[in-house]
């Protein structure tokens, strides 16, 4: 009884703190806030593009800046299987419990709201980038994939994304002042991990909630599908890797050698793994969480975030 009325407690502040959030995607793009194609987009510390050796300045800002590009696309493609997830889950908790219900489809309006704003700034830069860079796809088939694995190894793998959220934001823009980044890019990261501070809350819930209901031997099942769905990310990440090469090559209208290729690749590798696994998975909120979900693989959850940490 005292978790339920905790539970509710913890929804509708939920409820409370994204009521005075709840900004709107004319207020951060559009009109006269256009993005600033002679600035990075991305900070250092997400792109890594500083490193490569055989880029020259002006060849690293066009690095970052389709880093940017792709991280739009991959923000709004894990957005499209999160919208899904959290609509069935609300399925489950009924209209008893209207708080939580309230709570999840909010959630689930927010990330709707998400994909319109990462398509919107996807738009803008295509416009100004001149050409189209390609993301991985097709989406769809991609966020269907996700969501054939266990509910619980979905809504962990969602999890420690809205934990990587807040990561990206706190320790690498907010108090960054060595960088003079783009700032359309700034406020789309800002106002993101503004809304996804309260997913992570409403997450977590899930996640406990769902641990509560299935058997242990269907939670150590959910564990195995999340490490898996890490791998199926991490494949995708990589394939990431080559296209932002070929969209690099394209740009700056330059063929790379066999050593630059592999350059570029293995340090950009190394990106993508930390910026979208790595950043995520070490945050002390999920392994706290974890830890309670599957205290027997705690082990595991350290060896693979050491896999995908710098
Ligand atoms: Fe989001
Ligand atoms: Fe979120």
New binding site residues.
Partial sequence: MTAIISNNQSYKQSLDRAAKVNWRIEDIIGGDKRLDFTRRFMPEALAQVNEISCLNDMEKIILNQIRGNSYLHLFGLV?EF?VPCVINHVKTTGLENITATQALLH?AE??SK?IRLFRRFSEEFELGFGRRCEGIGPVQDIANAVLEHHPLGVVMI?LY??WM?QYHYLASIRDNFRESLDPQFCSLLRN?WL??A???TL?TLIVEQLVQELEPSEVEAGVEDFFKLIEFLNGGLMMQVQLDLESLARTIDRSFTEAERQEIQSIQAASYRWTFIGSGLSHPQFIATFKRVCPAQQMRLLEVTGIYSR
């Fill in positions: 957005e999160i959630f927010e990330e998400h969602i994304i809205e959220t993101h809304e996804e309260q997913h992570t997450d």
